[in-house]
């Protein structure tokens, strides 16, 4: 069998989750957290927030679809509800805005409250939110192979260790970049990720209603 069509799903994935991550708009917010930790709890945080990242995501890829089915919810409608949200979060990246369905202001502040603020609002929902975890459960309800998972696996830990790279070179990049980088970047990430969402919507509505397919095929 070819494994050419995972290779290439798997590098969809890993695309969608880059996207929705987008490590470089992550690093204002982790400044600010960690503002008053010294280099060493700086490093422990990064750790922390980026094993966080991949436990979330590991458990979401592969428990999130029997979760959906304890509540009856199809993943075709999770699918359309899906990009929904992707699209919501993507309009907010092209005004290089901040959503609130990745994270609260209230979040922030109380995160900064606190001694710790590696696991939320850090890893989640800034960085394993709501758009993360369902890409990876739409990626895992197309596998159809033990290969296929393993590569799903692969992209979280990749993707974990993306966010584990934003965050240790946070400081440079922020110097480097700038507040007009960092828009750019996140512009971007948010045209990649309307158009992640549309195909979402798209193939949810042709499970749900698969007339519209034969009517706009005939």
Do not use: C
């Amino acid at each position: 069998m070819s494994i050419a069509p995972e290779l290439h799903n798997a590098l969809q994935t890993l695309i969608a989750l880059l996207a929705i991550l987008n490590p470089i708009g992550a690093i204002p917010i982790f400044i600010a957290l960690t503002a008053d930790e010294d280099p060493a709890q700086q490093l422990a945080t990064i750790k922390l927030a980026s094993r966080s990242v991949a436990i979330v995501l590991l458990i979401a890829a592969f428990l999130g679809e029997y979760i959906l089915q304890f509540f009856g919810i199809s993943i075709a409608a999770f699918q359309v509800a899906g990009g929904m949200v992707l699209m919501l979060l993507a309009f907010n990246m092209l005004q290089a805005k901040s959503s609130r369905y990745r994270h609260t202001p209230e979040e922030t502040a109380e995160g900064m409250s606190k001694e710790a603020v590696a696991v939320v609002p850090l890893a989640i929902p800034l960085m394993a939110g709501p758009g993360t975890m369902i890409t990876v459960i739409i990626a895992h309800h197309k596998n159809a192979s033990w290969f296929a998972s393993g590569l799903l696996i692969l992209d979280i830990l990749i993707i974990a260790g993306v966010a584990y790279a934003a965050l240790r070179l946070a400081r440079p990049l922020s110097r480097r970049l700038g507040v007009t980088g960092i828009n750019i970047s996140t512009r971007i990430f948010g045209l990649v990720l309307a158009a992640i969402a549309v195909t979402f919507i798209a193939n949810g509505l042709a499970a749900l209603f698969p007339g519209l397919v034969h009517v706009s095929t005939s």
